[in-house]
């Protein structure tokens, strides 16, 4: 059965202790994970998508890395702003579609 | 700002009513998603149409039912409401249909049901 799973849920860090976020996936001929960032009460940012394993896609003091079997969001020197839940999905293939699965997510606190 | 405009922000509303969500995604975009999110279940996808037609079906309920118009907006139907239907219903949209394209997300209309 396809499966998305992140960890850890929940993530402090003092602002500019860099750390990074795990983003694990069961999946039959994976065909892009994406990254995405969601504040409280707000939708889904789009941040990464990545395609293969080996590639890495940077913005900002993020960092997006992917294997065969996992996805790492490092995040460099955070400031409070990171503050948020950082979502990672892989879409369902079915015939002409493109649905996201997602996983629970990591909720980042970044302390001043 | 993603692009993508949902109305209303909020809607409260009773058990056994009908409300319809209403989604107009990015310009230049074809497909729109359909998205429900509640606390125990995290972002379970609900439907997906494509330049008018319906692309896939997720884990929606007999009772919701969806639509999109020739100028590509969207309206997502709620009908015979229960308690557990209270949750963010989140509309999103791509370029087009294929595997791998990113979503890029409204921020959602907040259904509360009394």
């Known amino acids: 059965e396809d499966q998305v799973t992140q960890s850890p849920e929940a993530l402090r860090l003092q602002e500019g202790e860099s750390s990074s976020l795990n983003c694990s996936y069961t999946?039959?001929?994976?065909?892009?994970l994406f990254w995405y960032r969601q504040d409280p009460g707000k939708g889904p940012e789009f941040l990464f998508t990545l395609y293969s394993a080996g590639e890495e896609k940077e913005k900002e003091r993020l960092k997006a890395t992917l294997t065969k079997k996992e996805s790492f969001l490092h995040i460099t020197a955070p400031k409070p702003e990171d503050s948020a839940t950082y979502l990672c999905?892989?879409?369902?293939?079915?015939?002409?579609?493109?649905?996201?699965?997602f996983g629970t997510g990591t909720r980042l606190t970044v302390i001043p | 700002d993603s692009g993508v405009t949902q109305t209303p922000k909020h809607l409260i509303t009773a058990t056994g009513q009908r409300v319809t969500l209403r989604c107009s995604p990015r310009s230049g975009d074809l497909s729109v998603y359909w998205y429900q999110q509640s606390l125990d279940q995290g972002l379970q996808f609900l439907i997906q149409y494509y330049n008018g037609e319906e692309r896939a079906k997720g884990n929606i309920l007999e009772r919701f039912s969806a639509q999109q118009f020739p100028d590509l907006h969207s309206e997502l139907n709620l009908s015979s409401l229960e308690l557990g239907d209270s949750a963010l219903y989140f509309c999103?949209?791509?370029?087009?249909?294929?595997?791998?394209?990113?979503?890029?997300f409204g921020d959602g209309t907040r259904l509360s049901i009394l």
């Open positions: 999946v039959s001929g994976l065909r892009g």
């Open positions: 999103a949209s791509s370029v087009g249909s294929g595997v791998g394209q990113p979503q890029h």
């Open positions: 999905a892989v879409p369902i293939y079915q015939t002409g579609a493109n649905n996201l699965f």
